[in-house]
């Protein structure tokens, strides 16, 4: 079954209540009711066929959240074709990786993108998302390959992700992965049929496409997509439209704390959904304090999510908690403490890695996923330990320590540099060349960098050993 | 909200609001600084500096705007225009 069905059959009895709520920066807000999603995905699609894109294309998408992603997202699955999500704050490092690898024979681009995947624009159909309409440039030269014959129908798309390798990997997706993934995340968070979700993380990374996009679609929740993450406009909205639930990461929910004081009414929030960084025990009681909230926390990768998740009724704060069911999971060679590296097993998860036979078969063996992550499992909740691999979560995001380092020693003057993460902060230590030249300030290395890696993985502090 | 008595004092009160947000000791910043290279100040800090300072102005401050800004002495004069806006407004 393609993940897309389940998804239309709940549109077909989805109810009075939006699907989307877009909220524009101006303040406006746009609704969009379950008839006219379906419609607008049934016109993406037209137009996609129309533009030349078909069944097992390979499509690199770079749109920011909106009703228009969702339904290239669903469009692109129901044709068979297999999107690659893009992080916009990618650049050239990771988007070379990621077109060599994928070799996608069109992108899918907001206009204001334009610039940045304009290296790759060659031999590729180009479609630009501008004032909520598509404008399509035809490929110039010889048409690029992008067609994943060599992929199972079983597979969704193509997510890419860290290990500690220095660049991104394909998980291949499967479709029953956004399904169950969807499902099992339901189990643990308990919303009902007509409440809403704000969405402020980007669409891209597989715990928003399952929590922001497959799980409230598939469950009659209304999607409500705020375009600013400030603070105060996201306590302006929970009061302007009664927001319910909120799905973001602890350093955005810390900021809610901070800024909850002379705030508006808050007293629609049910819950807020959690993943994609420690959330420490401190941080759950100033939450629970301050907004009257269940705060849900739980843990995933690409490769599966959710891999577990505190349970409605029954959380334990300070744990990831309780593993999601149909998964298996164990913690290996286990130190005194009982931390050890998590592995999962479960039908519904990602087999390998695109076009990268060497690290599949270091991250899969005898069906278990080595997740690279360590934790321990106290009274049947898992509890998060670290990262062995050599990727670390900054303030939500994956840095890849080794991208990092392969970037700065790309700078012209930089012999060689260590990389390291603390206080949730990005360091490095720079060894120059012997010899002269090249750039020699950190600010010059720092811009040098803006276009090589995304923003985020711009170390902070940058010294000379 | 706070009446900025003069160019000196809203200087000095960004000034505090990003050495305080960045931990950085505010000697250590000047005009000519540059805001994400030299002091490190990634999207989340820049939201809660945002969202500081338009709560102790009132203002509202556009985050699309803010991405060309560069150093801190252009998010000063940023913050400036959009306090003389406020009061011409009002």
Partial sequence: ?465 | MKQIKNDTSLRESIIKTIATIARINEKNIDDSVLIREELGIDSIMSLEIVAQIERHYGIVVDEEETLQIKTVGEFIDYVQSKIINRCHEA
């Fill in chain 1, 1 to 465: 079954m393609k993940c897309c069905e389940p998804v239309f059959e709940s549109l077909k009895g989805w109810g009075d209540h939006p699907v989307c709520i877009e909220l524009g920066p101006d303040g406006s807000a746009a609704s969009l009711s379950a008839p006219d999603f379906l419609q607008r995905i049934n016109d993406v699609k037209a137009m996609l066929v129309k533009e030349g894109i078909g069944e097992h294309d390979i499509v690199a998408v770079f749109l920011e959240n909106s009703s228009d992603y969702a339904a290239v997202f669903l469009a692109l699955i129901d044709m068979g074709a297999k999107p690659v999500p893009v992080n916009l704050a990618f650049r050239t490092i990771e988007l070379d990786e990621i077109f060599s690898n994928a070799e996608p024979c069109a992108i899918i681009t907001e206009a204001g993108h334009s610039t940045v995947v304009q290296p790759y624009a060659q031999g590729r159909i180009v479609i630009e998302r501008q004032g909520g309409k598509w404008l399509c440039r035809r490929p110039g030269g010889t048409k690029k390959k992008g067609v994943a014959g060599d992929l199972d129908n079983d597979i969704a798309s193509i997510n890419y992700t860290y290990r500690g390798y220095g660049y991104p990997l394909g998980a291949l997706v499967p479709h029953r992965q956004y399904i169950t993934g969807a499902m099992v995340l339901q189990e643990g968070i308990r919303l009902n049929r007509g409440e809403n979700i704000l969405i402020v993380l980007p669409m891209v990374n597989i715990f928003t496409l399952i929590g922001c996009l497959f799980h409230p679609l598939i469950h009659g929740v209304t999607m409500i997509i705020a375009h600013r993450k400030n603070p105060l406009r996201l306590l302006e909205y929970i009061g302007r439209h009664r927001v319910d639930n909120v799905l973001a990461v602890p350093e955005l929910f810390d900021l809610l704390v901070k800024f909850r004081d002379g705030a508006g009414d808050v007293s629609s929030l049910k819950a807020f959904l959690s993943g994609g960084s420690v959330l420490p025990v401190e941080q759950y009681d100033a939450l629970g304090r301050l907004f009257n909230v269940d705060l849900i926390h739980g843990y995933g990768l690409t490769e599966f999510t959710p891999v577990s998740r505190n349970i409605r009724g029954s959380i334990r704060p300070g744990s990831i908690g309780t593993v999601s069911r149909g998964v298996e999971c164990r913690i290996d060679s286990p130190d005194s403490d009982g931390t050890g590296e998590i592995w999962i097993k479960t039908d519904h998860m990602t087999k390998a890695y695109h076009r990268r036979p060497d690290e599949t078969a270091e991250a899969f063996a005898d069906g278990w996923f080595k997740t690279g992550d360590t934790g321990r499992l106290e009274e049947g909740h898992l509890v998060f330990a670290g990262e062995k691999k050599k990727t670390r979560k900054v303030k939500g995001n994956m840095v890849d320590l080794e991208e990092v380092r392969r970037a700065l020693v790309s700078v012209p003057g930089v012999h060689d540099a260590a990389v390291s993460v603390e206080d949730n902060t990005v360091s490095a230590v720079i060894e120059r060349e012997t010899c002269t030249g090249g750039i020699d300030d950190i600010p010059g290395i720092k811009q040098h960098l803006e276009g090589m890696i995304a923003a985020y993985k711009i170390p902070k502090t940058v010294r000379f050993s």
